[in-house]
C-alpha cells in the first residue's frame, strides 16, 4: 500500500544527503540547528563507523530526522524506527517512504509503540515536535524493547538510541536480553524532571557498568562533548549539577545530556567516531 501524507503549505523540508524529508510547521529542528550547530549531528558519525547488515533502534523516531541522518550516512544498516504519537508516526512512515524512493534497497522498520518497563499506562504530551510520556495518564499500555524486537527477525543489534524526554531509562531497562545478547551501543538521553527519574538514570548507570559498559562519553544538550571516556561517578556529578539547576539553586546553564555507554570492544570505534566529529568543522 502507497502511503500518503496531506502534505501543508506550511510544512518544513529538511535535507539530508540524497535524502528529503518533512517536518511540521511548528516542528523546532531546524531552528535548534540553526542556532547549535552541532545540536543533533553525532549519531550520524557513529552510524558511519557501523558494520552494514546490523540494527540500529531508534526509540522516539520523531518523524525520522535522525534516521533520515544516519541513513544518508551509511544506507547498509537496518533501522527499526519506533514511535508512538500519532502525528509523528504519519511523517515518519511518509518520510521513510520517500527515502526508499530513492535508495530501493534501505531497509528501515516502522513501529507504533511507547517502549517502556516499569511504566505500564502513560500518556502522551508536548508541542513542537516534541513529546514526552505522563505516567498514569491515559490509556496506551508500553511494550519492553525486548518483546519488540524478538517479534521479527532481525539483525544484531549494533546501536540502541533512545530519546522520549525523561524515562530512556526505562527504555534502556526494558532491553535487558537484547543488552545482555548484542552488547550494542547505547545513545540515550538523560533528562529529568523529578528526583525518581534523576535515580532510574543513576540505577542505570550502575546496571550497565555491572553488565561491562566501561566507556561512557557526555554531550551536552547542544551537542557538543563534555567528557570522554569517563566513569559513572564523574558523570553523576555533572547530573547533580543539572539537578541543582532543575531545583533552581544555580543559574541554569544547560537542561539535560546525551550519554554514550560502550563495552571495551567498542572503545576504538568511540575514538574514531568522537576524533571524526572533532574535525567536522
Given at each position: 500500500m502507497k502511503l500518503s501524507l496531506k502534505v501543508s503549505r506550511a510544512d518544513q523540508q529538511l535535507r539530508f544527503g540524497d535524502f528529503s524529508i518533512r517536518l511540521p510547521h511548528d516542528h523546532l529542528l531546524p531552528v535548534y540547528q540553526r542556532k547549535h550547530p552541532s545540536?543533533?549531528?553525532?549519531?550520524?558519525?557513529?552510524?558511519?563507523?557501523?558494520?552494514?547488515?546490523?540494527?540500529?533502534?531508534?526509540?522516539?523516531?520523531?518523524?525520522g530526522d535522525t534516521v533520515a541522518a544516519m541513513a544518508a550516512k551509511n544506507p547498509h544498516l537496518h533501522y527499526l524506527c519506533i514511535e508512538p504519537d500519532e502525528q509523528f508516526l504519519r511523517y515518519l512512515k511518509s518520510n521513510v517512504a520517500a527515502m526508499q524512493q530513492v535508495a530501493p534497497r534501505l531497509q528501515i522498520e516502522t513501529v507504533a509503540a511507547m517502549v517502556g518497563k516499569d511504566i505500564s499506562q502513560a500518556s502522551l504530551a508536548g508541542s513542537n515536535g516534541s513529546k514526552h510520556a505522563v505516567p498514569g495518564a491515559g490509556g496506551i499500555?508500553?511494550?519492553?524493547?525486548?518483546?519488540?524486537?524478538?517479534?521479527?527477525?532481525?539483525?544484531?543489534?549494533?546501536?540502541?538510541?533512545?530519546?522520549?524526554?525523561?524515562f530512556d531509562y526505562d527504555v534502556v531497562n526494558s532491553a535487558i536480553e537484547l543488552i545482555g545478547r548484542d552488547r550494542p551501543l547505547i545513545y540515550y538521553e538523560c533528562q529529568f524532571f523529578d528526583n525518581a527519574q534523576r535515580c532510574g538514570f543513576e540505577d542505570l548507570m550502575e546496571r550497565l557498568s555491572d553488565t561491562g559498559y566501561t566507556h561512557w562519553t557526555v554531550f551536552d544538550n547542544f551537542g557538543e562533548v563534555m567528557l570522554a571516556d569517563t566513569q559513572p561517578p564523574q558523570v553523576r556529578q555533572l547530573m547533580a549539577y543539572n539537578w541543582r539547576q532543575q531545583q533552581k539553586r544555580a543559574t541554569r546553564t544547560i537542561y539535560y545530556y546525551d550519554i554514550l555507554a560502550a563495552v571495551p570492544a567498542d572503545a576504538p570505534v568511540v575514538d574514531q567516531t568522537l576524533a571524526a566529529y572533532a574535525a567536522r568543522h
Open positions: 545540536y543533533d549531528h553525532f549519531l550520524p558519525f557513529l552510524a558511519g563507523q557501523l558494520e552494514g547488515g546490523t540494527t540500529v533502534i531508534d526509540v522516539g523516531a520523531n518523524c499500555t508500553t511494550t519492553t524493547l525486548d518483546t519488540i524486537f524478538a517479534a521479527g527477525q532481525r539483525a544484531p543489534v549494533r546501536l540502541l538510541k533512545s530519546d522520549v524526554d525523561g
